[in-house]
């Protein structure tokens, strides 16, 4: 029977043009956390970037038949970088477009001098249908959806306060805007 422990143990203590993979983790960390840092300017996040360099390296690559173990290291991290400012940019604009799109239409409304009943009574029951709705959800969607609708607050904002991951803040937010889209579609 073929032992894991024993395997990983071994690839680990394989070297790398003369240095144990231990060795080159010590000698390679720091300069490629300042060069990470360089680009991102967090310390925790270029740390998990380089941790993810040498796993993927030590996962995938022979240390021994490596030619320049440092290049190879460095360009992984390039590519953690790359692909980590991506995500962010392709949140970003996805949180920007969302925002823009259910708040489209909001500066048309202006204060008039009078009124109209009708559609200050549908105003209303639809207010009132809305509140009932927010009284069905569980405590966590409701929290997300007021501090995202009503404070104003970005996903990475409501991550902050709550702690809650960013991703259950989105599926959250998909939650609720479900469940309105589906209110309004009754109406």
Known sequence: MFDWVKARKKKAEATVHGRSLDELFRIQRGPLIRFVMAKIKNEAEAEEIVQEAFIRFQNKYDPVETASPEALLARIASNLLIDRVRERDARAAREDAWGKLH??????????????????????????????LLDTWPEKTRQVFLLHRFEGLSHAEIVARTGIPKSTVEKHMIRAIKALACLRDEE
């Open 103 to 132: 708040t489209a239409g909001a500066d048309e409304f202006s204060p008039v001098a009078s009124v109209d009943p009708a559609r200050a009574l549908d105003a209303k029951q639809r207010l009132e249908a809305v509140m009932a």
